[in-house]
């Protein structure tokens, strides 16, 4: 029924898919009944899913990645696709209204897609008041960025602006530095300016009653001399754990015509094209930090199997979302099943 569904909304144009499904969503279950009927098709509930990192107690180790709901106005509903934990954002913290459109597509034959949204958001504020009707007892992550128009040398301040307001609302924090899509966003994940980025907020997040954890997402592009960076990173200012990995800019490998691809543009790419690459992203962090830092892996999971790939390189947790769009929400219920078969 879903393959159904979905080769008629892949008709459309993704962005516009993507609002309308959610609205779908949002009525079906304010149906009486529904919202116990999805959580018996799709959440599995079972002690042995259990995660617990960075203090604290994740439901099962299957999430949902930064850029799906990016104003915080859906992880209610989101709650009942089978997640155990939801991120938030890209936010920043003055509202912004991305990309011009065109700058979403699918690559049907890769199941994968590209988008250069450019962290279009209705900003920090915005998402709070969103945050404020939180019913879902389900962890919540705020992946947070820098405004279009902020220079690099300002940066630090537009991430201290949105980890001061969202604080009291999420759970964790995701530090993004690693989206395509942002002029120059890039090369803050280079050691001198991330170190500084991340110190400032360790050193904010010190003085809270009680702190809050603080993850890096990083892209898929980078070296392994890059990464070894980022390992004395990690351990130099304390961060709890890695995002691993983002959107890539590479196009190798792609089944889609070429010129098809090129006529899409600039943009990041994701889903099974990039999975092999952030599997060995996990895999190269993990092996060569010893297994120091918490990883969650993200990037091209369109089934069981890649989830369990990305979890044996080395991933204490997994985040999905081009995957989730290909597959629905049953991935996370064969995900979870596929884990406690293992158990």
Known sequence: MFKFIRSILFLFDPEKVHYFTMKMIHITLMIPGMKALWKKMYVVNDPKLKRKLFGLTFDNPVGLAAGFDKNASMYNDLAYCGFGFIEIGTVTPVGQDGNPKPRLFRLKQDQGIINRMGFNNAGVDAAVEQLKNRTTKLIIGGNIGKNKNTPNEEATSDYVKSFEKLFPYVDYF????????????????????????????????AKKDKRKPILLKIAPDLTNEQLDDIIEIVDAVKLDGVIAANTTISREGLKTYAKKVEDMGAGGLSGKPVNNRSTEVIRYLSTKSNKSFPIIGVGGIHSAEDALEKLDAGADLVQVYTGFIYEGPALMKRINQAILARA
């Open 174 to 205: 995701v530090v993004n530095v690693s989206s395509p899509n942002t002029p120059n966003l890039r090369s803050l994940q280079e050691k001198e300016p991330l170190t500084e980025l991340l110190q400032t907020l360790q050193n904010i997040n």
